[in-house]
Nanobody
Framework: QVQLVESGGGLVQPGGSLRLSCAASGSLFSINAMAWYRQAPGKQRELVARITSDSSINYATSVKGRFTISRDNAKHTVNLQMNSLKPEDTAVYYC??????????????WGQGTLVTVSS
C-alpha cells in the first residue's frame, strides 16, 4: 500500500504565492515520475508540471515561468512552488507518482487533492 499526502493549499490573493508539498509513503521501492495535476470546476483534470527521477521537467504552458516543481528522491517528496497566482489557477491540485513497489510492480498513485483558491 502506497499513500500520497498533499499539503499547502488554501486561499490566496491574485499575485500571491503558495507552496504545495506531497510525500509518498508505504511499500514503495522507488518512484519514477512525479507530477502535479489540477482540476477546476467543470473542467477535465490537466497536467500542471512533471518531474522525472533524473529531474527532467515539463510544465503546462499556462504555468511556465510562474510555477516551479522540485523533488527530493531520498525523501520521496515533490513540491510545487506557485508564484504570481491568477484566479484561473483556482482548482483542486493532485499529486501523482509512478511508484515501483517492493514486489516490483508499478502503478500510478494519487493524492487526495488539495484546494487552491485564488481570489480577492
Amino acid at each position: 500500500q502506497v499513500q500520497l499526502v498533499e499539503s499547502g493549499g488554501g486561499l490566496v490573493q491574485p499575485g500571491g504565492s503558495l507552496r504545495l508539498s506531497c510525500a509518498a509513503s508505504g511499500s514503495l521501492f522507488s518512484i519514477n515520475a512525479m507530477a502535479w495535476y489540477r482540476q477546476a470546476p467543470g473542467k477535465q483534470r490537466e497536467l500542471v508540471a512533471r518531474i522525472t527521477s533524473d529531474s527532467s521537467i515539463n510544465y503546462a504552458t499556462s504555468v511556465k515561468g510562474r510555477f516551479t516543481i522540485s523533488r527530493d528522491n531520498a525523501k520521496h517528496t515533490v513540491n510545487l512552488q506557485m508564484n504570481s497566482l491568477k484566479p484561473e489557477d483556482t482548482a483542486v491540485y493532485y499529486c501523482n507518482a509512478v511508484v515501483v513497489t517492493t514486489t516490483s510492480t508499478s502503478f500510478d498513485a494519487w493524492g487526495q487533492g488539495t484546494l487552491v483558491t485564488v481570489s480577492s
